[in-house]
Structures are given as structure tokens and as C-alpha cells.
């Protein structure tokens, strides 16, 4: 894998039942684009999203409070993070769109959790990508100067949160991804 990207290893969760959550009028959707991402951004990063359009930006974002309930108890032990507080949302990238290169902030999580923006807080959380589908082509994670693809359903990715990054879909299937926030054991 490549040097910014942290392989962790595989989870075989029950992928079906998240899919069918998904359609579950307890599932809240929000649409993802330049309106709701440029809250907390430098200067740079604002000048980046600029340079694209909403549409290519565009994706689904998934959330639901019984997607915790999906997740196997040996998940939280095998990569250190607390059950409690943890986020967990899925995102869907159709094809021709992509997220534009950030860095992630975290605001939006220490805020639900009562945390200041501060350094210290940051370090203390752990986010968590995995692929929800089989590989796909055009299906791919940039992390600085590194590339992760063909990626088995499964696959558990980490990486620093600081290090520009970016997702697409080059491809002509929707991608689903799953992401985990929370905090460290420990903390």
C-alpha cells in the first residue's frame, strides 16, 4: 500500500443491511457539494473547491443511528476506538464525481461532542475508510502523492487527516464508502 495510507487489514460486515438502511426513511441524506463543505476551510482549501463545480462534487451522504448497531464488537478492540460517541456515515459518489482535495477538520464531530477545535482534540480521533463494494473501475482514494485502488469490499484504510485527499469515481458505477469517527481508546 502506499506510504501515505495506512493498510489495516479487512472487516466482513453485513453489507446488505447497511444497503438496506440506506432506503430507510430513518436515514437522514444530505447531498454533499461546495455549499455544506467550505465551513472551517482555509483559504487554500477555498480556492481549491473553486475550481469545481457543484455538480462534479455532488455526492450522497448517509447517515443513521442503527448503523452502530451493524458494526461487530470486536471492531472497536481490533483498531482502538471507543464504541461510544463514534460517527458513522456512508458516502456515495456516483459516476463523474469525486470529493475536491481537503484536509478534514473534524469540526463538525468535536462540535457534537462538546470538544474545542483544538490540536490536542484532533489527535485523539481516529476515522476509519472502508469500500463497501467490490473494486470498480475508476474507483479511487488519493492521499498526497499516494493512490489506493482495486480495493476489496472490506478493506480498512487509515490516514492522516492533515494530508491533502481525495476520492473519485472515474468509473460508470456508484461507489459506497464507509467512514468511522471516533476516539481513541483511552482518550
Known amino acids: 500500500m502506499a506510504k501515505n495510507i495506512d493498510y489495516l487489514g479487512s472487516v466482513s460486515f453485513p453489507w446488505h443491511k447497511f444497503f438496506k438502511l440506506i432506503s430507510n426513511s430513518s436515514t ?7 455549499s455544506n463543505v467550505l465551513e472551517g476551510r482555509t483559504e487554500k482549501q477555498k480556492k481549491i473547491f473553486s475550481l469545481y463545480s457543484n455538480v462534479s462534487l455532488n455526492f450522497n451522504n448517509y447517515t443513521n443511528d442503527s448503523f452502530i448497531d451493524l458494526i461487530p464488537k470486536n471492531f472497536w478492540n481490533k483498531f482502538n476506538m471507543k464504541k461510544d ?4 456515515q456512508i458516502l456515495k459518489h456516483t459516476p463523474c464525481t469525486f470529493t475536491a482535495p481537503h484536509t478534514d477538520t473534524y469540526d463538525n464531530f468535536l462540535k457534537k461532542a462538546g470538544k474545542t477545535s483544538s490540536n490536542k482534540n484532533k489527535n485523539q480521533i ?18 498526497g502523492d499516494s493512490v489506493a485502488y482495486n480495493l476489496k469490499k472490506g478493506t480498512v484504510l487509515k490516514f492522516n487527516h492533515k494530508i491533502y ?9 456508484d461507489r459506497y464508502i464507509l467512514t468511522i469517527t471516533g476516539w481513541k481508546n483511552g482518550q
Open 165 to 173: 485527499h481525495s476520492a473519485c469515481n472515474a468509473g460508470y458505477e
Open 126 to 143: 481516529i476515522r476509519i475508510w472502508i469500500p463497501m463494494t467490490d473494486p470498480k473501475f475508476g474507483h479511487a482514494l488519493f492521499v
Open 28 to 34: 437522514k441524506v444530505t447531498h454533499g457539494h461546495r
Open 85 to 88: 460517541g463514534a460517527y458513522i
